[in-house]
């Protein structure tokens, strides 16, 4: 039964950039590349990126997790790495006044225009605080800039 249950990442951008990377499984010693994965996705520096094994605060006790280390833990990182980044380039479009698919990703920060221009660009920690009440939010957008993948391997 522990196998075909279901394994969890929650990961959370507070409004200043740090990141935690919840995960339901146990640690199995990968918590500093599963950081790194973090960071190199995101643009940002692993040591932002705490990682927290069987985060039971965040997914609690006795709910059908499987806890065993897995190795699909790394593409489930990857999947909310990119919710991340999708929710985080409409934000950018939004602050900067640009069409968000118009905006290039570029060094952990969306970029609006040839790059030149560091006042048309937003990093990952400036969207952070811009999601977390600072700006005006795009329609059916909620506050907030975490994502989940649920996975099973």
């Given at each position: 039964?522990a196998?075909e249950a279901?394994?969890?990442v929650?990961?959370r951008?507070?409004?200043t950039?740090?990141?935690?990377?919840s995960l339901?499984?146990a640690?199995?010693?990968?918590?500093?590349s599963?950081?790194?994965?973090?960071?190199?996705?995101?643009?940002v520096?692993?040591l932002?990126v705490k990682?927290v094994p069987?985060d039971?605060?965040?997914f609690?006790?006795g709910?059908g997790?499987?806890?065993?280390?897995?190795?699909?833990?790394a593409?489930?990182?990857?999947?909310?790495?990119?919710?991340?980044?999708?929710?985080?380039?409409l934000?950018?479009?939004m602050?900067l006044?640009e069409?968000p698919?118009?905006?290039?990703?570029?060094?952990g920060?969306w970029?609006?225009?040839?790059g030149?221009?560091p006042?048309?660009?937003r990093?990952v920690?400036d969207?952070?605080l811009?999601?977390h009440?600072s700006?005006?939010l795009?329609?059916g957008v909620e506050?907030g800039?975490?994502?989940?993948?649920?996975y099973?391997d």
């Open positions: 039964m196998n279901y394994r969890a929650f990961l951008v507070h409004p950039g740090k990141m935690v990377l339901t499984t640690a199995d010693g990968q918590e500093s599963h950081a790194q994965l973090v960071a190199d996705a995101l643009g520096p692993a932002d990682v069987a039971t605060d965040r609690g006790n709910h997790f499987n806890t065993s280390p897995s190795p699909g833990t593409a489930a990182i990857t999947r909310a790495t990119a919710k991340i980044r999708e929710k985080g380039e934000l950018a479009g602050a006044g069409a698919e118009s905006l290039a990703w570029s060094n920060a970029v609006a225009g040839d030149s221009d006042s048309r660009m990093t920690a969207i952070a811009y999601a009440g700006g005006a795009p329609p506050g800039l975490d994502a989940q993948a649920v099973a």
